[in-house]
């Protein structure tokens, strides 16, 4: 209960913020804002006094008191400002309709896919399999920790990874939260919230109800044209239809046998990839901001957005990046279409937004993403993204590739984008240059390991561009006044952007698999309630390791899975791994070294490593056992009181 009363406190401190902030604006506008800046401060806040004092409860607690003592001061400074009143500026009938069918689908998807217990072992879904036990690893393994943290997959490795939206829910595990419930509640206040952004964001840019629900269906059931593969499959064979629900990936928007690789956002992205979903909530309010600034209707929002960018890097990079690339384009085009006499006004609000967020991203990016991704070789020249060979050959022609994987909202968002006036009022172009910036850099640069993760630019490049595409149908469908079939022509054309999305939806919900046994669950329990928080476990490099994601003890080694592709050199502590398992007693320098405290023993183990287990068994203390999981003191560790 007290990790959701810390949550209640930070989210009461964010819209105490957006209250004194955003007075003159309408309710909902501050509630959003608010709860996302409550988020924002409780990722960032203890971060700050972990340096000093580890990731502690008291950490927390000092954390919570400066944001009540930012919120007082917000209200301070508003003092005697009129408070808004108005409920919203949306028709009364569109949040609810956009919002309950989504929040509900939010909450399943969180409940269903992290940790859904049942006969003693753990489930997740389709999407979270591979990725949960990341996010898991970290926010278990954060209790307690030094700052800057470690990998516990790899100690001695600087956690360059975005760890903001995992530490959120470690601050709620430090006051007795339950694991599964920090994560679905998180998770699902943030899906939400991304959600009620992005309509809020749309409806700033077009003050437009069927653009708002058009741009907003497009984001969030988005999908290109693999379902007329699995059609051309079904019709050889019925039964390939039914795969689509059954098979592990097997759905229209993820095959990239076939090169489709434009996943569904709710599935793909929002639910398995936390630290994306976390970037996203925080992104929308800076979109929100730049749209309002560029406008020129509040020049102190220059700061705010400043601010708010600059917390950014560590909760998502790549998020950090679209944003820097969209302003940018943003400027370009403002500055060139402003009147000349307000562009000095301008360029100091664009300066002193990018001089604020430049100053509190660079040590951020200086500490931890630069040398996890620059010195870790990933930077690259790759041209039309995973649609290139890396031979110089494209896969599909260029044109079909992204036709196919986005559907034929892609052709629409150059016509959308020139529909938009050469008017401050108006920023569907200025957001279009914004987005041909991201477009541009994510098409020839390659940031990580995972050609694929620049999907992550792409995506933002998509949101800005759907208000738009939304506005332009809409004035399509005005032009086709008096055409017969029109309904039938436009019905069609919903079904084509909509039916991929539609059935990734409908198999990642009733999807399930088991993530850990009953006897990893019981051993993780005992390993996170008898053995110290900083015990190092020898275990093998599964991704689903019960020691590590459950219990966030460091380990020798963990996933390639992870560690690849986040840039990072394991290939030693692979090999030491696999000799302390499979020649233990010729290996006692390399237990010393790593400081291993126990040995964990399972089936993964047993599969993956020709373990010695006759030795473990003869020379260490077996201190857990449950079916086919052992949990070993290694001898030395006795010699320190270990139990």
């Known amino acids: 209960m007290g990790g959701f009363l810390l949550l209640a406190g930070y989210l009461a401190c964010g819209l105490g913020v957006a209250d004194g902030l955003l007075r003159a604006r309408n309710r909902l506008l501050r509630l959003w804002f608010g709860l996302c800046a409550g988020l924002v401060l409780m990722m960032w806040l203890p971060t700050l006094f972990a340096f000093a004092m580890r990731f502690t409860a008291a950490a927390q607690l000092a954390g919570l008191a400066v944001a009540a003592a930012l919120a007082a001061g917000c209200q301070w400074r508003a003092h005697g400002a009129r408070r808004c009143r108005k409920w919203s500026s949306l028709p009364p009938w569109l949040v609810p309709a956009l919002l309950v069918p989504f929040a509900i689908l939010a909450g399943w998807l969180q409940y269903s896919h992290v ?59 430090l006051f007795g939260a339950d694991l599964k419930a920090a994560f679905a509640v998180t998770g699902t206040l943030m899906m939400v919230l991304v959600a009620l952004g992005f309509m809020l964001f749309a409806w700033e840019v077009t003050r437009s109800r069927t653009a708002t629900v058009l741009s907003f269906l497009l984001l969030f059931l988005n999908g290109g044209l693999g379902f007329l593969y699995a059609l051309d499959r079904f019709w050889k064979d019925p039964s390939a239809f039914r795969a689509i629900f059954t098979g592990f990936y097997a759905t229209p928007t993820n095959q990239p046998a076939l090169n489709l690789r434009w996943v569904n956002v709710i599935c793909d992205m929002m639910v398995p990839q936390r630290t994306l979903l976390a970037g996203w909530m925080a992104l929308l309010p800076a979109l ?86 620059v010195r870790g070789g990933s930077l690259r020249l790759r041209f039309n993204w995973v649609n290139n060979r890396g031979n110089g050959r494209l896969i599909d022609g260029y044109c079909w590739f992204w036709i196919k994987n986005v559907g034929p909202v892609w052709l629409l968002m150059i016509p959308a984008a020139l529909q938009g006036r050469q008017d401050r009022r108006d920023p569907r172009r200025m957001l279009a240059c914004g987005a041909l910036a991201i477009y541009a850099v994510a098409e020839c640069i390659q940031f990580q390991p995972n050609e694929y993760d620049n999907n992550k630019l792409f995506y933002v490049a998509f949101m800005l561009m759907l208000p738009a595409v939304g506005m332009y149908l809409e004035a399509l469908w005005r032009k086709l006044s008096g055409l017969r079939g029109r309904a039938l022509l436009a019905t069609a054309f919903l079904l084509v952007c909509f039916l991929s999305g539609a059935l990734t939806i409908g198999r990642e919900v009733i999807s399930s698999y088991r993530l850990f046994s009953p006897q990893e669950v019981a051993a993780a329990r005992f390993i996170d309630e008898n053995t110290p928080a900083d015990a190092v476990v020898l275990t093998g490099d599964q991704h689903n390791n019960a020691a590590a994601a459950l219990a966030g003890r460091h380990i020798v080694c963990g996933s390639a899975s992870y560690l690849f592709y986040h840039g990072v050199d394991y290939n030693r502590q692979r090999r030491n791994e696999r000799d302390m398992l499979e020649r233990p007693g010729e290996s006692a320098a390399l237990f010393e070294a790593y400081g291993v405290d126990y040995v964990y023993i399972s089936s993964h183990e047993r599969a993956a490593f020709a373990v010695d287990e006759d030795w473990f068994r003869e020379h260490c203390a077996l201190v857990f056992q449950s079916f086919d999981v052992s949990l070993y003191r290694y001898g030395d560790a006795a010699e320190r009181g270990l139990p």
């Open 288 to 373: 929100w901001l730049l749209v309002t600034a560029a406008r020129g209707e509040n020049r102190d929002w220059f700061a705010l957005l400043g601010v708010w960018a600059g917390c950014l890097p560590m909760i998502h990079t790549h998020s950090f990046l679209a944003l820097g690339l969209a302003s940018a384009g943003a400027m370009a085009w403002s500055l060139a279409h402003a009147p000349r006499a307000r562009r000095p006004a301008l360029l100091h609000g664009f300066l002193l937004y990018g001089g604020i967020a430049v100053l509190l991203a660079a040590p951020q990016l200086l500490a931890w993403s630069v040398p996890q991704t």
């Open 115 to 173: 940790l859904r217990a049942a006969n003693g072992a753990l489930y997740v879904g389709q999407s979270t399999f591979g990725d949960l036990c990341l996010h898991l690893g970290i926010a278990t393994g954060l209790r307690g920790a030094a700052y800057p943290p470690d990998y516990t997959l790899l100690p001695g490795t600087l956690l360059g990874y975005p760890f903001l939206g995992d530490a959120m829910v470690t601050s709620m595990l």
